[in-house]
Each structure stands twice: as structure tokens, then as C-alpha cells.
């Protein structure tokens, strides 16, 4: 129900973009969260954007990251600049069709796409 599509291999200081559309469930009602899950570690949420277009994100990623909305496409974004090895991980959009951030219990997961930075 959420269909995500972007990701790849990059080297470091260049970017991405990942997408997040909506198949059947309609973004622009739900806060809409971005994770990720690097090899070996936990997965941690990215950036979140509230249904009114607040958005946050974590300390690591502020300044590189933007997470954003394009409602006549039922699709939300997450633009990665400055990307890092670090930033090497499974990234995965979700919703717990609720209207905040952050997140309450996750009712809809996307599939995932690799983000891979390296020289």
C-alpha cells in the first residue's frame, strides 16, 4: 500500500531521492515517517512529516535530508544531499494513519530501497 521507488549506489557528497505513493491508503491525511536500517544495526527513524507539513528529523541528517509532500501525486519525498557512508542503509517510508509526528504504531510499511554511499 505503499509503494516506494528511488535508492541506488552514490558516491559520498552526492544525492538521492526516494519516493513514498500511496497505492490505496491517501498520504496527504497521515503524518508520513522515514526510516532506515543499516547492516547489523537497529532501525531508526529519519525524518517524519505531519499531515500539515510539519516535518523533523534527526540530529545526523538535519541540513541534508528534506523530507516533503506532493499531494496531487499521493507521494511524499525524502531528498538526501550531502549523502555519507554513514548514511548507507534500507530506507522505508510508513504511516500509522495518524496526523503527527511522531509515529504511533506503524500500520503500513513500504517494500524498502537500498541507499548505498561509497567511494
Known sequence: ??????????????????????????????AIGWFRQAPGKEREVVACISSNGYTNYIDSVKGRFTVSRENGNNTVYLQMNGLEPEDTAEYYCATSRTHNCPLGNVVFWGLGALVTVSS
Do not use: D, K, M
Open 1 to 30: 500500500r505503499l509503494v516506494q521507488s528511488g535508492g541506488g549506489f552514490v558516491q559520498p557528497g552526492r544525492s538521492l531521492r526516494l519516493s513514498c505513493t500511496g497505492s490505496i491508503v491517501t498520504l496527504q491525511f497521515w
